[in-house]
């Protein structure tokens, strides 16, 4: 049973287009994240929810606008792509509220988005 | 913020050998977590060792956070176990990573 799942794996699409990138975890943890991985293979947080809510918004654009609507599921969508939104996107789950203290994360597989 | 260091950042080891990788962070912290990120590019957890010391299999692991640092020893290198290795460390609410270790294990 996959624990953290993103769907698709790979994405490769238009500059200006729009796309969404969808994250399931069947862990029935509180909180979920998305990072972003550069092609130096930087990871960086880009937004937390917990319950829904919206926890962590790093100063990511407003092109960027996740979407959790249960719990389980946090998706990312993506309007008027740019070249350098091309990077692996991880979405990640923990138990608890406090985020990250004292719980262990997990990772979904990535989702690589090429923008040409 | 809260730093994260590793090292090296590099390593090319003959199939067989031992290493050991380093984490040093700037702050304490209350979570650390060793990630292994194959090939493939799945981010795969390895421990989740906030203090003493893990072992599983070949890997083991061992932070010493009142001396913010942590170590990641790989015995019997096989090809397997290459790819990249991150510590992350929580630091104001977030799960902070290091550049990572880039490791390459030759038959």
């Known amino acids: 049973d996959t624990a953290v799942s993103q769907t698709p794996k790979y994405l490769v699409t238009q500059m200006g287009n729009d796309k969404s990138i969808k994250c399931e975890q069947n862990?029935?943890?509180?909180?979920m994240y998305w990072y972003k991985q550069d092609s130096k293979k930087f990871l960086k947080i880009m937004f937390s929810?917990?319950?829904?809510?919206?926890?962590i918004n790093e100063t990511v654009p407003n092109r960027f606008s996740p979407k959790s609507p249960d719990k389980a599921h946090l998706n990312l969508h993506i309007n008027s792509l740019e070249l350098g939104d091309s990077a692996v996107y991880f979405c990640?789950?923990?138990?608890?509220?406090?985020?990250?203290?004292?719980?262990?994360?997990?990772f979904g597989q990535g989702t690589r988005l090429t923008v040409v | 913020g809260i730093q994260v260091e590793q090292s090296p950042p590099d390593l090319i080891l003959q199939e067989g050998a031992n290493s050991t990788l380093r984490c040093n962070f700037s702050?304490?912290?209350?979570?650390l977590q060793w990630f292994h990120q194959n090939p493939w590019g799945q981010l795969i957890n390895l421990f989740y060792?906030?203090?003493g010391t893990k072992q599983n299999g070949r890997l083991s692991a061992t932070t010493v956070a009142t001396e913010r640092y942590s170590l990641l020893y790989i015995s019997s290198s096989q090809t397997t176990d290459s790819g990249v290795y991150f510590c992350?460390?929580?630091?104001?609410?977030?799960?902070?990573f290091g550049a990572g270790t880039i490791l390459r294990v030759k038959s």
């Open positions: 990640a789950s923990s138990p608890q509220q406090e985020i990250f203290i004292n719980t262990e994360a997990f």
């Open positions: 862990l029935g943890h509180d909180t």
């Open positions: 929810y917990n319950n829904k809510e919206l926890i």
């Open positions: 702050d304490s912290v209350n979570n």
């Open positions: 060792i906030p203090s």
């Open positions: 992350a460390v929580t630091g104001g609410n977030k799960l902070v």
